[in-house]
């Protein structure tokens, strides 16, 4: 009985499994030894193929690029050890392909690795090599390389700057290759890429070359001259104009220089050195009216600030002055006139009828202007005046250039009262606007009369409602329907 239990002893004892005791080492590596031999049994059951695809902890596949440089991050943190010289009796000989060490991957944790990055596993001391696995180089798509290369051709340039792509135009160095660029951007229709070969153009090339080529190639022109105009390079402007021949356009581009003047008296003269300037017989026209219109704008300033600050007039006084007149349009200098000057003698710079002769100001103009200031003064006996002619037999007759029912919409537009409108409403000779017009602004007296002579009993019967009760317009209506 007791060699019975000896030799069971003997057999627990003698067996590769060992049973759980309380003797048993706690040692790390003990137990890693003893994981790996398990590992090492399963090896014949399950065919560990390094082709089959595996997935880390991450989710990404074993062997794709992201995998790798995580397993190369892993391996460089770690070195490989030496190879195990006492391996166990039972254990196998398979010697592992050298693999990245990685402690979240799945092969990681079927081949027995430990997560402590101080031990490592039975396999990784069998790998008797030091080979290093790098992830592979990412590199930029060879097609992205050129766009900072210099291999493009004008065309293919044109079509990259079309679709916003950055170009360097520095390598088109010959004149040749730089008018290549240029027919290729006006043939793509495309004015941003016209432009900017342009500018690249302008900075690169004399201005006797760069102008005698544009001169033959009218669209580059075109856009080149609207840009200068644009940005304000007046000198280059005036040069490309003058070496065009280009006489008028190079006169207007010199009077548009007045509008940087700021001061009156630079600003006349200047105006006065531009009358002799090559412009056509209308602009010169133009050009000499802007220097006498100007001339009498300070000659008037000066005079009525003058009268305005000593008190002397008493419209002034009345109706101070918002703003000064220099440098306003003839029409307002006209408006002006007619509002503070309107009764002075022709012979003065400021009347309104010496503006009107010596800018040959229209009738219908000087008609608007001159209702529109007396209106607003609300001077109705010069209204009155403004449209009363007188024929060759001593008879007075109203005529307006402008039609009468412009000039009641102006008097309404003034606060007229309704006697003034009246008197011109009857003047409308259209039936049918001097209706609309009377029932509009309320000229009861206008309506009543026009459908008194049109017999219309019926519409007379019908406005007899719109008009107050027991007012003298009814009176007017009752007596005209009773007779």
């Known amino acids: 009985m007791s060699r019975a239990r000896a030799d069971e002893e003997e057999y627990w004892h003698s067996s590769k499994f060992r049973a759980f005791t309380f003797d048993d080492e706690d040692d790390e590596l003990s137990q890693l030894k003893e994981s790996k031999r398990a590992v090492n049994s399963l090896r014949d059951i399950v065919d560990d193929d390094d082709d089959l695809e595996r997935v880390s902890w991450s989710g990404e596949p074993v062997g794709s690029i992201s995998w790798s440089i995580k397993e190369t991050a892993s391996s460089s943190a770690s070195s490989l050890e030496g190879r195990d010289s006492n391996l166990q009796k039972g254990s196998s000989s398979y010697a592992a392909f050298p693999k990245q060490v990685s402690s979240y991957s799945l092969s990681s944790l079927f081949k027995g690795r430990n997560k402590l990055p101080s031990f490592q596993s039975l396999s990784d001391a069998l790998s008797d090599t030091g080979v290093k696995n790098y992830a592979p180089e990412l590199r930029r798509p ?113 009077y548009r220089e007045h509008l940087n003047i700021q001061d009156v008296e630079k600003r006349r003269e200047f105006l006065k050195g531009c009358i002799g300037l090559p412009f056509s017989a209308e602009d010169t026209s133009h050009i000499q009216d802007h220097y006498t219109l100007l001339e009498r704008q300070i000659i008037i300033e000066a005079n009525d600030r003058r009268l305005e600050t000593a008190g002397q007039s008493e419209i002034f006084r009345k109706y101070p002055r918002k703003a000064s007149i220099l440098n306003m349009p003839l029409v307002t200098t006209l408006f002006y006139s007619c509002f503070y000057h309107y009764t002075e003698a022709e012979g003065t710079f400021s009347s309104p009828t010496n503006l009107k002769k010596t800018f040959k100001i229209p009738d219908k103009q000087y008609v608007l202007t001159a209702l529109a200031a007396r209106a607003k003064l609300r001077a109705w006996d010069d209204v009155d005046a403004l449209f009363t002619t007188k024929n060759w037999l001593g008879y007075t007759k109203k005529k307006a250039p402008i039609g009468f029912h412009r000039v009641v919409e102006i008097l309404q537009r003034n606060n007229a009262p309704v006697q003034v409108l009246q008197e011109y409403v009857r003047l409308v000779e259209d039936v049918e606007s001097r209706l609309n017009l009377a029932t509009k602004y309320k000229c009861h007296d206008v309506v009543i009369e ?21 007012s003298a317009d009814e009176e007017k209506i009752n007596s005209i329907l009773n007779n």
């Open 450 to 470: 026009t459908y008194r002579d049109l017999k219309d009993r019926i519409q007379l019967t019908a406005y007899k409602c719109k008009v107050e009760r027991g």
């Open 142 to 254: 060879k097609a992205e390389y050129k766009d900072y290369s210099s291999d493009w051709s004008p065309k293919d340039t044109v079509r990259r700057m079309q679709r916003g792509k950055v170009c360097s135009l520095e390598r088109f160095r010959s004149l040749q290759d730089k008018l290549v660029l240029l027919d290729e951007a006006v043939a793509g229709h495309d004015g941003n890429v016209i432009t900017a070969v342009l500018i690249f153009l302008k900075r690169t090339l004399r201005r006797e070359i760069l102008f005698r080529e544009l001169e033959v190639r009218q669209v580059a022109l075109c856009h080149l001259i609207h840009f200068l105009k644009e940005t304000g390079e007046q000198k280059l402007l005036l040069d490309l104009l003058r070496f065009l021949d280009r006489t008028e356009e190079v006169a207007l581009s010199q």
